[in-house]
């Protein structure tokens, strides 16, 4: 698959020039990094939410969206993760990427400026025409939902 830019700007460059750029951290990474671009320490009681500026925008072309994802190392260690995970940006969307942070776990979570604290998984999409119909085709599954396939243990 062909590579795509994806063009980015820092929203206060004048504060922002110490943040990285979002990065892949490993070779086959999907995710790139987002750092926390909080100007002083933010402290994330349990079950509070925050909203963890990145100080970053980006324009992304048609055809494609990013998903902002929880890191696993954030979640496992601390219980931060998203309250709207995976959250979505648009290619239409050119405001500061915010990270709508929970804290899952039993202490306060403290980000400090440039923590990573989530990933951008960029990818393609397309936008699908809705048909009204009277019926639809049967399969065997029917309108077996949540946990319709799992079996009785005792």
Do not use: W
């Not at 804290?103 to 604290?117: A, C, K, S």
């Amino acid at each position: 698959m062909d590579p795509v830019t994806i063009l980015v700007k820092r929203v206060r460059p004048e504060q922002d020039q110490d943040l990285p750029l979002p990065a892949y951290q490993t070779e086959h990474a999907s995710g790139l990094d987002l750092s926390a671009a909080v100007p002083e320490p933010l402290r994330i009681n349990p079950g509070a939410i925050a909203l963890v500026p990145t100080g970053l925008a980006v324009a992304l072309p048609p055809g494609f969206e990013a998903q902002i994802r929880p890191r696993s190392g954030m979640a496992l260690k601390y219980g931060l993760t998203l309250i709207n995970a995976p959250g979505t940006i648009d290619a239409d969307y050119r405001g500061e990427i915010g990270l709508a942070v929970i804290n899952l776990g039993p202490e306060p979570v403290t980000i400090q400026r440039g923590d990573r604290v989530a990933q951008m998984v960029v990818t393609r999409v397309c936008q699908a025409t809705l048909a009204l119909v009277e019926e639809l085709e049967p399969t065997e599954r029917g309108s077996g939902g949540f946990g319709h396939t799992d079996e009785v243990r005792s």
